[in-house]
């Protein structure tokens, strides 16, 4: 649909203009939770991130710029990451926590939320094969 190019465009520069941050605040998903508990159930700022996975997390969020860029027909989804199941799993939650948490307006556009939702989750999804 050509009325998604600009959205899937917004969400990869919002990735990458905040490439560093978004990785490790994504790791929270395989690190501990914070101490401090809030009412909110997906609020955690105190959440300590498993910088364990940083390059691989970082190589699946390329992955994902990428996809939103050209389409998920012309990416590899399974880039080269010699995984063990728990790391994937691991991942996945990484990738299902920063899925959950993009903000609207807070982050990007609703269009745009929703591309980038709807990567992670193709990126999620192909990580399990």
Known sequence: DPGEEPARHEAAFKLVRNHE???KFALRGA???GAKRFQ???ADPYAVPNLKYLSEMDQLLRTVVAALLVGVHNINPNPN???SQDDKKNLIACVTYLR???GV???MSYPAARQL???LNWIA???LT
Do not use: F, T, Y
């Open 40 to 42: 909110a159930p997906l």
């Open 117 to 119: 939702r709807a990567h």
């Open 105 to 107: 307006p807070r982050d």
């Open 81 to 83: 990451l010699s995984l």
């Open 125 to 127: 999804d192909n990580l």
């Open 21 to 23: 941050a978004v990785v």
């Open 100 to 102: 959950d948490r993009i």
């Open 31 to 33: 690190g501990q939770p």
